[in-house]
């Protein structure tokens, strides 16, 4: 337990840069302790503290005499001795002093170990001359350490100050996005009312209009009414009392003839029409806006054709090489390294290694439906087994046996609200991403975390199961 303490003791009274016991201890202003000289010379290659790296300034040396008081205490009580040659060990063989260092065998030894058989012809130097020599290698070690711990300092704090910039950035393009859709939503709900308003008040006109020419056409359904009764009492009465004031009955029935004036002005009908006329130029205003907001529309469309010299020997492609079925039966193909065997891929003629590119790819549906629609490195294996996943060097989305699943690792299931039935396939080569869009309802599917492509030439790839067929779209 004494031993441990004293330890302990020997072990605070160290300086951390010679190892030694201080001698003229300062302090630092982060409140750790060296030797005056070890810590000036240090600081001729970085003012920063050895320890936890806070910069310092030379005048900010702190002179610690408590300190230098106990580290000449336990010199003078033998509790920390000067590092002397001989006083430090003894060799464990002979109880000899450790004078000389044995270079060979890299140990000190004693001067009776230098004459025996083991370390005979060995060479051998003063362990004073070896401590230095090694000291040496060791501070240019130091040196190195400490410049790859500033480097590496240096790398964490920009990387911190980075990051805080592109979150700063992030969080300001988002407060932009949300401002400017809030006056959108403001617009286009300002548009909305000044649109119907028209609409609203051509409602009330068209209802109180009905109702004045139904009330007014039935004063006159009644008027009629009454007025044939009356001819039909007429007619049924005998020849003297029908002839009886017969000129006023017959110019009674003489009366003017309704013209009916119509229910609605040709001013009504026009404000409708106007009304038709905007809502194809509103819908095509909505796809434009849409279209401009969706995955892939930024990006170059690339026309795709299929390699005939990759495709699996079941493969049927089209003469336009745009369609691709699989048979039953496998085909007499000439035999190709590049040539998928035994899975039934294809790849696309085309190779990307820059830019953001896209196509589309017609599928199939239903619980039978077998396919995989997506990229490939140019360098995925292609014969024997062959890892349908991102690991693989294949970015793919598929569907086997009614399941959507993005073909990770582990596979991803996909929950989609409805079948795709043409799948965008959207390559960024710069920004290592894969996306996967619904090209009729532009709904997002599936991206990829960022992947290095390391410059490599990427692909389209096509996976058919039994049965299946795409098209790739011009």
């Known amino acids: 337990m004494a031993a441990a303490r004293v330890k302990k003791l020997q072990e605070a009274l160290t300086c951390s840069i010679c190892l030694d016991c201080f001698k003229e201890p300062v302090t630092l202003r982060c409140g750790h302790n060296f030797c005056r000289g070890c810590i000036t010379k240090c600081s001729e ?3 920063a503290c050895p320890e936890c790296r806070e910069p310092f300034q030379g005048g900010e040396l702190q002179p610690n005499r408590q300190l230098r008081d106990v ?14 040659p001989g006083m430090e060990r003894v060799c464990e063989e002979h109880g000899e002093a450790l004078q000389i260092f044995c270079q060979e ?19 051998v130097v003063p362990l004073e001359e070896a401590a230095k020599g090694y000291k040496d290698q060791i501070q240019k070690h130091l040196k190195i350490f400490r410049q790859q711990r500033e480097e590496i300092l240096a790398f964490k704090s920009n990387g911190v100050k980075e990051s805080q910039e592109l979150l700063k950035q992030t969080d300001k393009e988002k407060q932009k996005t949300v401002a400017e859709f809030k006056q959108l939503h403001q617009f286009l709900e300002e548009q909305e009312r000044l649109l119907l308003a028209p609409l609203e008040e051509i409602n009330k006109l068209i209802v109180q209009k009905r109702d004045e020419h139904v009330a007014e056409l039935s004063a006159e359904i009644s008027s009629l009414g009454e007025l044939i009764s009356e001819m039909e009492e007429k007619c049924r009465e005998s020849a003297s009392e029908f002839l009886q004031d017969i000129r006023g009955t017959v110019n009674r029935c003489k009366k003017e003839k309704f013209d009916n004036p119509g229910f609605f002005s040709l001013e009504f009908k026009q404000i409708i029409w106007e009304s038709s006329q905007r809502n194809p130029f509103l819908k095509s205003v909505i796809k434009q806006f849409r279209d401009t907001l969706s995955p892939g529309r930024h990006w170059d469309k690339a026309n ?20 691709v079925r699989r048979g039953d039966s496998r085909q007499k193909l000439p035999e190709k390294p590049e040539r998928f065997d035994p899975y039934a891929c294809v790849l696309g003629c085309e190779r990307f290694t820059s830019g953001r590119r896209c196509w589309e790819v017609e599928v199939e549906v239903g619980d039978e439906q077998c396919w995989a629609v997506g990229v490939a490195r140019e360098s995925a294996t292609r014969k024997g087994d062959i890892s349908l996943s991102s690991d693989g ?7 086997l046996k009614g399941q959507y699943q993005a073909l990770t690792a582990s596979k991803t299931p996909l929950s989609l609200s409805s079948p795709p039935r043409r799948i ?29 492509f390391s410059g490599e030439r990427i692909r389209p790839w096509l996976w058919l199961g039994k049965g299946s067929q795409l098209r790739l779209c011009s």
């Open 393 to 399: 060097g294949i970015w793919a989305v598929c569907l």
């Open 45 to 47: 290659e970085s003012q």
């Open 105 to 123: 065998e890299e140990s000190p030894i004693c001067l009776v170990c230098q004459l025996s058989r083991e370390h005979k012809d060995h060479a």
């Open 424 to 452: 965008r396939v959207c390559l960024d080569c710069v920004g290592g991403r894969v996306t996967f869009v619904d090209a009729h309802t532009e709904v997002l599917i599936f991206t990829f975390p960022p992947a290095s």
């Open 304 to 323: 795709v054709t299929l390699d005939p010299n990759t495709a699996h020997s079941q493969l049927i492609l089209s003469e336009d090489l745009k369609s």
């Open 71 to 84: 580290a000449e205490i336990t010199k003078e009580i033998g509790l920390h001795k000067e590092k002397e």
